[in-house]
Every structure is written in structure tokens, then in C-alpha cells.
């Protein structure tokens, strides 16, 4: 073999070698590790191989999300990696780390079901144990204590029963509002303090917004109540710079709750109509001429100013009487929904959205969940497939 032609055949092998390995940075991760991935992060443990030749035989036929669908299959989806996506909008440590409650069997079941999400702040829903579980408590946990030792399918219709809080809870349809009326939101949030919590808590959990995202310091402050100083330590501009950016649109908002307590005592939600709980009229001697809260009407501030970006819907008025409707209001907001699809971006793509194309991503799920009746599933499929390379 001559010297040139060794030469020319080396330097050919090493061109098919760069190019393998270009083809091979091009195509990414193999269709079956792809199906691995998916099912490793949807469902939260490994798939069998059965499902996992079944799932990469979706991806290869173009079609990622349906193998998303095979992995929620799996219990694990309902019993692990859901539970974890709920548990820590359920407490004030934000913790993964509490036991399974309403709240959190609630919206596991509506996911399940592909209830529509919006109702998870303004519906009479609420999923209780079947097939002998015990039954549900007013005052205690005991049911959903017992559905989590015993590791039983939340995933099983026939474990996990969907019903109303009005049957079970003692509230009239009226007063309910998704988990915001359940036992554990209430024991979290309704408990002693001004309610305030609740509305809070239910920002960050549900518009991904906690107060200082959303102050706004230009905005009538008419409806900010007694309990407010004026002047903290003696100087004004601590509030006209600082307190007011949030109670200006916090306190009309929470006044929907004025109803509504906690009682530590017999361990259940209580609710008052036409009888403003004491807890909204306490430290009215802050600032004698605030606010003083006659009913439970309450009114969207934050549709004029900085928080119009939240994307409020204009087929509703903005303002009403008790939680139920102030529910509505937030969950039919062009926030609610980025909200959901985001933290479902970072359970399934263990990151949140960086750059351009995630961004780009997170609004083209937007629209399937807005324009599909609200559904959950369709974003956690939609996530996955998209996140199936990395």
C-alpha cells in the first residue's frame, strides 16, 4: 500500500467518523433512552419493558406526548409525583415533606379526572375515599391519613371518589371554593391571623406571584383596613412607598373571605354569612379612619395599573361577593393558566423556562390547556414530550 493512498484512507475513515458523530449530536438521545426519560420523570420510577417498548414505539411513530400518557398509567403519577407537586401549596413551610389532605387528594383527583382546573378555586368539589376507606372528617385527617399509609391507587376511581364539600363539609354550595375551602387549606390559612394569608397563599400557589411581584404603589388605597398603620415607626413614607404597593390591591381581594375561620377548638372550617368574622376589625385603633369591612364584597383592583399584564378576563366584572366568585376571577386570568403550565415545566423538565424556545413552548401549551377544558394531563404530555431530549 502506498504512502498516498494510506493517507487518503485515513483521512476518509476520519470523515466518516465526523460525520457519525455530527449525525449523532443531531438526532440526540435514542427514541427508547427518550421513552425512559419521559417515564422516569412523569410517572417517577422506571418503566417495565413492556411500556417502554410501547413508548418508544410512540415516539418513533411522532407522537411523544402519547408516550407521556402511557407513563401517567402508572400509579406512581397520582401517589408521588403529583402528591409532591401539590403538598407545598398546601401549608405556610411550603414543604413537600406533610401528609396527604383534601386539598391535595382534591386536585390529584381532578387531574385524574380531567376536571376542568379552573374549578380548583371556585368549585363544590372535593374527592373522598371509597371502597371502605373510613369515612371523611369535618375536623381531622384520619381519611387521607389512612389512603397514604395503606399506599392505595389515588389513580383507582374507586379509591380516590370524586363528591361535593357541600355534602360533606357543612358549607352550602354557595360558600364553597375549591381547595381554598377545604379542611387543610383552611387549618393552614383561614387559622387566627386576617385572612390574608389565604388570599397569600393562594397567589403564590395558583398565579405564581407572591405580594412584592405584584405591588403597585398607584392605586387608591380606600379599601386598605384599620389594622394598617399609616405611619409605621413614626414615618409615613414606609407605607406610602411600601405597604401600600400591596394592601391597595391584597385587601379589597380579601375581603371575599370575610366569612370565613378556622376554629382550633373543633378543628373545622367555619363560616358566618352576613357576619363579618372579629379577626377583620382587630388593631382598629392602627388607624381609626381605614377601612372597616361590612360584608364579604369584594373588588379586582389590580385591573387598572402594572397588574393588568395578569391578563384578567373581560367577560367577567371584576368584583362580587364571597370566595367563590373572587376564585373565578383568579382562575380565569391569563396568569392562572402560565402559572400551571410553568410549574409543570420545572416537576417535568427539572428546570424552569431559560431561554426563547422554552418560553415559546410554555405559551403553545398555554393554549392547548385554555383552549381543552383546563386540563392538566394535556400539559404534563404536552412538557414531556418537549422535554424528552435533555
Known amino acids: ?29 435514542a427514541e427508547r433512552a427518550q421513552a425512559k426519560r419521559i417515564h422516569d420523570r412523569v410517572a417517577g420510577v422506571p418503566p417495565s419493558a413492556a411500556v417502554l417498548d410501547q413508548m418508544e414505539q410512540d415516539i418513533l411513530s411522532g407522537q411523544p406526548a402519547q408516550a407521556a400518557r402511557r407513563a401517567m398509567q402508572a400509579p406512581s403519577f397520582y401517589t408521588t409525583v403529583l402528591k409532591n407537586w401539590v403538598t407545598p401549596w398546601t401549608n405556610r413551610e411550603q414543604t413537600v415533606f406533610a401528609p396527604l389532605n383534601d386539598y391535595t ?35 381531622n385527617n384520619n381519611l387521607y391519613q389512612h389512603l397514604e399509609d395503606n399506599d392505595l391507587n389515588l389513580g383507582d376511581p374507586t379509591v380516590l371518589v370524586q363528591s361535593t364539600q357541600s355534602e360533606h363539609t357543612g358549607l352550602p354550595s354557595s360558600a364553597t371554593a375549591g381547595v381554598m375551602t377545604t379542611r387543610a387549606a383552611a387549618q393552614s390559612f383561614f387559622i387566627a391571623g386576617t385572612n390574608r394569608a389565604m388570599f397569600r397563599f393562594t397567589l403564590m400557589a395558583h ?25 409605621p415607626g413614626g414615618d409615613s413614607r414606609i407605607f406610602l412607598n411600601n405597604c401600600i404597593g400591596c394592601h ?76 367563590k366568585s373572587m376564585g373565578e376571577e383568579l382562575a380565569n386570568s391569563e396568569q392562572f393558566a402560565r402559572c400551571q403550565v410553568e410549574k409543570v415545566f420545572r416537576t417535568v423538565c427539572l428546570r424552569p423556562p431559560v431561554n426563547a424556545a422554552d418560553r415559546s413552548e410554555v405559551n403553545r401549551v398555554m393554549g392547548i390547556f385554555r383552549g381543552n377544558g383546563y386540563r392538566v394531563k394535556d400539559v404534563f404530555a404536552e412538557t414531556a414530550a418537549y422535554c424528552r431530549g435533555s
Open 248 to 323: 391597595t390591591g391584597m385587601d379589597p381581594l380579601t375581603q371575599a373571605f370575610a366569612y370565613y375561620n378556622f376554629d382550633e377548638t373543633s378543628g373545622q372550617i367555619q363560616y358566618t354569612p352576613g357576619q363579618v368574622q372579629p379577626k377583620y376589625l382587630i388593631n382598629q385603633d392602627n388607624f381609626k379612619p381605614g377601612y372597616v369591612t361590612p360584608d364579604d364584597g369584594w373588588t379586582n383592583y389590580w385591573r387598572e395599573g402594572a397588574n393588568t399584564v395578569l391578563g384578567w378576563s373581560p367577560n367577567l366584572p371584576g368584583a362580587g361577593n364571597g370566595a
Open 105 to 139: 387528594a382534591t386536585v390529584i383527583g381532578m387531574v385524574r379526572d380531567d376536571v376542568d382546573f379552573r374549578q380548583v378555586l371556585s368549585g363544590d368539589i372535593l374527592y373522598v375515599g371509597g371502597n371502605g376507606a373510613p369515612a371523611y372528617s369535618s375536623s
Open 1 to 29: 500500500m502506498n504512502q498516498t493512498y494510506r493517507i487518503n484512507l485515513i483521512a476518509a475513515a476520519i470523515g466518516v467518523a465526523l460525520a457519525v458523530c455530527a449525525a449523532g449530536v443531531q438526532a440526540g438521545p
Open 207 to 231: 398565579m405564581c406571584k407572591d405580594l412584592e411581584q405584584v405591588h403597585d404603589t398607584q392605586l387608591p388605597p380606600d379599601r386598605i383596613r384599620q389594622d394598617v398603620s399609616r405611619s
